[in-house]
Every structure is written in structure tokens, then in C-alpha cells.
């Protein structure tokens, strides 16, 4: 086994140098890139995934939320990297993360299976991301830890930025299935992989005895390793002992509760940046993406640079204050684009200024926050980062629950929205036609298409007569047996017509008329049916030219027949009923199903939107407000003169442990 403890066995006895430091820092922020970005992929496919695994909005913010109380105590438990070390947990973090990125999530046919793996993950990645800036610390002097700090900031920020980057290239503008949402997790797990098997390789961290110990500038090393080789195993133990109660105070509760606060419109961006985007202002998911280069490019560059200038300065608390400012007046003037229609580059310029803000912000304080858990005990840096580490998920997980009250609109909008407005977009006419015409609508839903079929096979002129002349046609068929016998003796019956008094007809002529209709009774009948209806007799006799041309269609005028008022009633829109005809028979249903919901939640979904960005606004207000509480100075000159003073102390010790030996 000793041949292969190279595996875990990852401590160095001597402080390294430079360029072995930046090697160390430097995988330790590609690390940290990676599980961010393994850990936010699924914003930039989550509407993808909410419709592939039939979830709704809340239900989607529920298991987020649930996935960062899950992360939330793979946080404390972190904090034991104080007593057991640090890179293991990350490296092999990476590889648990990326097979399950890569091939286990990708697999998932439903939204438990989905939601279960996704907490296992969420636990792991809970662990390193505490692990991971508490390396920061180890190899990074307080004079240059806003810097170091600033590209572990660019962590989360990169991973955004990926994730964005990645979904605007690969993802296409027009997706048709789904499932596309597992490509992205491909790709990422892949990517995930590929730094884990760098970090195994090359990954190293502090011994307990260098990491334990306060370093303020890199001058420092030399007392730091001088001490480090008198401490006692008794010494670290004593060090570490009862590492929350050392910890558990108000300058390091109430600054990470406020911090977290002030990440909450930074968490909504990377989880529900593409949702807002593409519901509110109708961006596609390819656009909504694109929007976040914007946002997390100016984060990263925020973050890195401001690590500079802090150093530079020496001071962390006016650049908190500055960015905080310019944050908070960003996310007004954001939230007020809400039920606008502002264009892509104008919200591109208030996302990267508002990321910029929080980058600004947040490098500094991060700096100051590791400091002034130095100042208590530096040996507990990794259960600071952990505390910390737990409050900002717990926060989150609160928020992602308060958040389906707040904004109730999505699941409508991101379920159907797209889908109705295809519908109301391609179908304009139609449905424009449907609503305004409701009682021919409803008329021709009374005919079989057989019957409206029939009656378009039949000659407008021919429907115009029958139409005209309905009585007549109805009285050839009443008396055909009559309008027959008149028809074989016309000489006969129009002889008969001369007689305006049938008293006076001469007796044999009448019974020359009996035996013409049939004779006897029969004949009787039929000549006094004719008398007794002279006048219908006359008007079919008149409309024969025209009934003509209606009796080929005769069989298929009695088929229309008991559908002639609602035919009537179609006639003037027969262009639009067909056009109303080829509509496919699913759109007016779902319409029905989903129409409303869809119109109402577009109409609250801009103010339930505000309402969010406002309690993100006060959030920002509360960072503000805590700053005082962290140690450090406000101006550059007081930095210096501690800072030399801290020198003095240095050279001083230096020089007792050098005439001591």
C-alpha cells in the first residue's frame, strides 16, 4: 500500500514557491469553475427540462431549493478539512461530480430520478466548494488575498459564463426535441472529468502546521515555516478544539447572512436567468444564453480586477460599499425593464453593469471575511468558509421556496406560453374569424363535413333555386301524381281550364277527365285534389323551366335539406369556415385548456417579477449595512501603517528564533 499513498498523500512540508503556489491556485480555480459549472448547467437548458420531465415551476424551485439544504450541511461537514485536509475531497469530488454530470443525470426519464441524482450531487459539490476557497486561503498571504481571492470569485462566475457560452453555441435556435437538454450535461461531465484527472495529478495543499498559521505577506514564510517545525501534534489539537464555539459570532454570522442576501439576485440569474428571460421578454433559450456572456463576462471581469485594485490599496470596505451602490441602483433599473420591450444590447448593458456591481462587491468581502476569521483563529479557516458555506445555501433554500409564491406566472408561460402563441401567431385569422363569428362557428360545427361536402358539389345556381323556389319544389313532390296526368293531357286540362265554374263543365268532359286521371274513384280523387289546389298546381307548372335544372340534384338537396338554416347561415363565409377547416383539431382545444391560463399569467408575470427584484434590492441594502462588522481598515494609509507594523513584528520574532537556535 505504501506504494500507492502518492494517491491520497498530498501534504507539503515546506511552504512552495511561486510559481508552484500560482500552479496550486490556479488548478484550485479550475476546479472550483468546474463545479460551478457542472452545478448551474441546468440553467441554461431548464425549460428544456421542465418540459421533457413534465415538471412544473414550483416543483423545479422545491427540489433546488432542497438540493442547496442538501449542499448546506455537505458544507459543515467540510469544515472538518481543518483537521482532515482539503485536496482529496476536491479531487475526487471532481470525479464523483463528472460521472454523474456526465452519465448518470443524462439518463434520467423523469423528474424524481432526476431530482434524487441531482441532490446527490448537490451534497458533493456542497463539500468541495467550501474546500476549495479554504485552499485559496492556504496559499494566498492576506496582502494579495483579494486577488486570489478575485479569481476564486471568478469560480462561480466562470462556470455561469460557461454554461452560457456553451448553451449559445451548441444549443440551437429552434429546438424540437426536448432530450436536447442532456447534451449540455454531456458535454459538462466530459469537461469535469478532463480536470479531475488534472487535479489528481498535480494537486497538493499545506501540512496542518504551515496552514494553521496567520501569514499577512509572503515575507512572512520564513517565520511561518519556523514555527511550523516547533508545533506539536498537541499544539494543532489544541488549535482546532471546539472550532464552532470559536467561531459562532456576530461579525461572522451576520456578514455571511448578509452576503447571502446580497447573492440572491446573483442566484436568480443562474438559475432562472433563461426562464425570466425567455418568458417576460420573449428571448429564445439560444438569446436568453447569449444575454448571460454579457452578465457573467463583467462579473469575471469585476471580480478579478477589483482583486487587484483591493490589494493595491490595501483596503477591502470602500470597494464592497462601491460595488454594493452601483448593484443596488442596477437591479432597480432592471426590474423596471419588466413589461417593457426593451432591445437585446440595452439589457445586455444593464446586466453587465449590475454583474459588475456584485463583482466588485463581493471579491473584497471575501477577502475581508477569510480575515477576519484569521483574526479569531487562523487554524479554523476552513470552518469559517464552512459556516459561511451553510448560511449562503440555507439562504438560497429559503429563497427558492419563497419564490413559486411569489412568482406564480412561469409554469404556464414556460409549459404553454410557447405553444399558445404559436398557435395565436400562425392562426391569427382564424381564430380572429372564430371569435367574432361565434354563431356561424357554432352553425357549421352542427353539419357533418358529408353534408357540407354534398352541398358544395351542388351548383351555386342550382342551391339559389332550390333556395327561390323551395314551395315549388316542395309542391311537385306533394302533387306529382296530379302534375303527372296533367302533364300526359295538356289539351285536356287546359280545355277544362276554359270552365271558371266547374258546375258548368259538360258531364262528358268530366268523365273524359276521370278516366284520363285513372277512372273511377281513383280519378274522382285525383281531379279534385287538382281543383282544390289550383294555385300550387299553377306555380309549380310556372317554375318548371327552372325546377328542371334543380331535379338531377335532387337526391343531394335532400340530404342538405335538414341542415338548410345553418347552410344558410355559412354561405357569406364560406372562405373563412374552409380556412377555419384546415386548422389541425388539436389547436382549438388546447387554446381552451391553456389559452387563459397563459393570458393571465402574461399579465401578472412582469409585476410578480418586480416584486422578486425588489426583495433582491433589499438584500443588497442588508450587505451594505453589515460591512462595518468585518475586519479591516477604510483607508489605504491605516492599512499601511498596520501593515508595517506587522513587519516589524515579524523581523522581530525572526530575530528571537534565530538567536534562540
Known amino acids: 500500500m505504501a506504494g500507492l499513498s502518492w494517491v491520497w498523500r498530498r501534504q507539503l512540508d515546506a511552504y512552495p514557491d511561486t510559481t508552484r503556489r500560482v500552479l496550486f491556485l490556479a488548478i484550485t480555480v479550475l476546479a472550483t469553475v468546474t463545479l460551478y459549472y457542472e452545478l448551474y448547467v441546468v440553467g441554461s437548458v431548464a425549460t428544456l427540462v421542465l418540459i421533457n420531465l413534465h415538471m412544473s415551476f414550483t416543483f423545479y424551485l422545491v427540489?433546488?431549493?432542497?438540493?442547496?439544504?442538501?449542499?448546506?450541511?455537505?458544507?459543515?461537514?467540510?469544515?472538518?478539512?481543518?483537521?482532515?485536509?482539503?485536496?482529496?475531497?476536491?479531487?475526487?469530488?471532481?470525479?464523483?461530480?463528472?460521472?454523474?454530470?456526465?452519465?448518470?443525470?443524462?439518463?434520467?426519464?423523469?423528474?424524481?430520478?432526476?431530482?434524487?441524482?441531482?441532490?446527490?450531487?448537490?451534497?458533493?459539490?456542497?463539500?468541495?466548494?467550501?474546500?476549495?476557497?479554504?485552499?485559496?486561503?492556504?496559499?494566498?498571504?492576506?496582502?494579495?488575498?483579494?486577488?486570489?481571492?478575485?479569481?476564486?470569485?471568478?469560480?462561480?462566475?466562470?462556470?455561469?459564463?460557461?454554461?452560457?457560452?456553451?448553451?449559445?453555441?451548441?444549443?440551437?435556435?429552434?429546438?424540437?426535441?426536448?432530450?436536447?437538454?442532456?447534451?449540455?450535461?454531456?458535454?459538462?461531465?466530459?469537461?469535469?472529468?478532463?480536470?479531475?484527472?488534472?487535479?489528481?495529478?498535480?494537486?497538493?495543499?499545506?501540512?496542518?502546521?504551515?496552514?494553521?498559521?496567520?501569514?499577512?505577506?509572503?515575507?512572512?514564510?520564513?517565520?511561518?515555516?519556523?514555527?511550523?517545525?516547533?508545533?506539536?501534534?498537541?499544539?494543532?489539537?489544541?488549535?482546532?478544539?471546539?472550532?464552532?464555539?470559536?467561531?459562532?459570532?456576530?461579525?461572522?454570522?451576520?456578514?455571511?447572512?448578509?452576503?447571502?442576501?446580497?447573492?440572491?439576485?446573483?442566484?436568480?440569474?443562474?438559475?432562472?436567468?433563461?426562464?425570466?428571460?425567455?418568458?417576460?421578454?420573449?428571448?429564445?433559450?439560444?438569446?436568453?444564453?447569449?444575454?448571460?456572456?454579457?452578465?457573467?463576462?463583467?462579473?469575471?471581469?469585476?471580480?478579478?480586477?477589483?482583486?487587484?485594485?483591493?490589494?493595491?490599496?490595501?483596503?477591502?470596505?470602500?470597494?464592497?460599499?462601491?460595488?454594493?451602490?452601483?448593484?443596488?441602483?442596477?437591479?432597480?433599473?432592471?426590474?423596471?425593464?419588466?413589461?417593457?420591450?426593451?432591445?437585446?444590447?440595452?439589457?445586455?448593458?444593464?446586466?453587465?453593469?449590475?454583474?459588475?456591481?456584485?463583482?466588485?462587491?463581493?471579491?473584497?468581502?471575501?477577502?475581508?471575511?477569510?480575515?477576519?476569521?484569521?483574526?479569531?483563529?487562523?487554524?479554523?479557516?476552513?470552518?469559517?468558509?464552512?459556516?459561511?458555506?451553510?448560511?449562503?445555501?440555507?439562504?438560497?433554500?429559503?429563497?427558492?421556496?419563497?419564490?413559486?409564491?411569489?412568482?406564480n406566472s412561469v409554469t404556464p408561460l414556460v409549459n404553454y406560453g410557447a405553444t399558445v402563441s404559436a398557435y395565436a401567431t400562425q392562426y391569427k385569422s382564424q381564430i380572429a374569424f372564430a371569435t367574432t363569428h361565434p354563431t356561424v362557428v357554432a352553425a357549421a360545427q352542427k353539419v357533418p363535413l358529408s353534408v357540407v361536402a354534398t352541398a358544395q358539389s351542388i351548383p351555386p345556381v342550382v342551391l339559389n333555386t332550390a333556395t327561390a323556389d323551395s314551395t315549388q319544389l316542395?309542391?311537385?313532390?306533394?302533387?306529382?301524381?296530379?302534375?303527372?296526368?296533367?302533364?300526359?293531357?295538356?289539351?285536356?286540362?287546359?280545355?277544362?281550364?276554359?270552365?271558371?265554374?266547374?258546375?258548368?263543365?259538360?258531364?262528358?268532359l268530366v268523365a273524359q277527365a276521370i278516366k284520363a286521371a285513372g277512372g273511377g274513384a281513383k280519378g274522382l280523387g285525383v281531379l279534385t285534389t287538382i281543383n282544390a289546389n289550383k294555385a300550387a298546381i299553377a306555380g309549380v307548372i310556372a317554375a318548371a323551366p327552372a325546377l328542371k335544372t334543380v331535379a338531377p340534384y335532387a337526391a343531394r338537396l335532400k340530404i342538405i335539406a335538414p341542415y338548410s338554416a345553418e347552410l344558410t347561415i355559412m354561405a357569406p363565409y364560406s372562405a373563412e369556415l374552409t380556412a377555419l377547416s384546415k386548422v389541425p383539431p388539436g389547436v382549438f382545444p388546447y387554446l381552451k385548456a391553456h389559452g387563459a391560463a397563459v393570458t393571465t399569467a402574461a399579465a401578472q408575470t412582469a409585476g410578480q417579477w418586480k416584486t422578486w427584484y425588489w426583495i433582491c434590492f433589499g438584500g443588497i441594502i442588508a450587505f451594505l449595512l453589515s460591512i462595518p462588522l468585518l475586519r479591516g481598515r477604510w483607508r489605504p494609509r491605516d492599512a499601511r501603517q498596520d501593515e508595517a507594523e506587522h513587519e516589524a513584528m515579524v523581523q522581530a520574532e525572526l530575530a528571537k528564533l534565530r538567536a534562540s537556535a
Open 63 to 407: 427540489t433546488l431549493a432542497f438540493g442547496n439544504l442538501i449542499g448546506a450541511f455537505g458544507s459543515v461537514f467540510a469544515g472538518l478539512t481543518d483537521r482532515f485536509g482539503r485536496s482529496n475531497l476536491v479531487v475526487f469530488g471532481l470525479l464523483f461530480t463528472g460521472v454523474f454530470v456526465a452519465f448518470i443525470l443524462p439518463n434520467a426519464t423523469n423528474k424524481w430520478s432526476f431530482t434524487i441524482e441531482g441532490f446527490v450531487v448537490a451534497l458533493v459539490e456542497g463539500i468541495c466548494l467550501v474546500a476549495t476557497p479554504a485552499l485559496i486561503r492556504d496559499f494566498s498571504p492576506q496582502v494579495g488575498r483579494a486577488t486570489a481571492m478575485g479569481f476564486w470569485t471568478s469560480g462561480p462566475v466562470l462556470g455561469s459564463l460557461i454554461v452560457a457560452v456553451v448553451g449559445s453555441a451548441t444549443i440551437p435556435a429552434v429546438v424540437s426535441d426536448p432530450r436536447f437538454w442532456t447534451h449540455e450535461y454531456h458535454i459538462c461531465g466530459i469537461a469535469g472529468l478532463v480536470v479531475f484527472v488534472i487535479a489528481f495529478i498535480a494537486l497538493r495543499e499545506l501540512s496542518p502546521a504551515l496552514r494553521d498559521q496567520l501569514m499577512v505577506t509572503m515575507r512572512d514564510r520564513a517565520l511561518v515555516e519556523a514555527r511550523a517545525k516547533g508545533m506539536s501534534e498537541e499544539d494543532i489539537e489544541a488549535a482546532l478544539r471546539h472550532p464552532f464555539r470559536q467561531l459562532l459570532k456576530a461579525d461572522i454570522i451576520v456578514s455571511a447572512i448578509a452576503v447571502s442576501l446580497m447573492l440572491l439576485v446573483y442566484y436568480t440569474a443562474v438559475v432562472l436567468s433563461v426562464i425570466y428571460l425567455n418568458s417576460v421578454f420573449g428571448f429564445s433559450i439560444k438569446d436568453a444564453n447569449g444575454l448571460g456572456n454579457w452578465n457573467w463576462g463583467f462579473n469575471a471581469i469585476g471580480v478579478i480586477l477589483i482583486g487587484f485594485i483591493s490589494d493595491r490599496f490595501r483596503v477591502r470596505k470602500p470597494f464592497m460599499v462601491i460595488g454594493g451602490v452601483l448593484a443596488a441602483v442596477m437591479v432597480v433599473v432592471y426590474l423596471e425593464q419588466a413589461g417593457h420591450h426593451p432591445g437585446y444590447y440595452a439589457l445586455a448593458g444593464i446586466l453587465a453593469a449590475l454583474a459588475f456591481g456584485l463583482g466588485v462587491a463581493y471579491t473584497p468581502w471575501m477577502a475581508s471575511y477569510t480575515e477576519t476569521v484569521e483574526a479569531r483563529n487562523p487554524a479554523l479557516t476552513a470552518t469559517g468558509l464552512a459556516i459561511w458555506g451553510w448560511i449562503l445555501r440555507v439562504v438560497v433554500f429559503i429563497s427558492f421556496l419563497i419564490i413559486p409564491v411569489v412568482i
Open 474 to 508: 316542395a309542391n311537385a313532390q306533394k302533387f306529382a301524381p296530379e302534375l303527372a296526368v296533367i302533364q300526359a293531357n295538356p289539351a285536356l286540362f287546359a280545355k277544362l281550364a276554359t270552365y271558371t265554374n266547374p258546375a258548368t263543365i259538360p258531364p262528358a
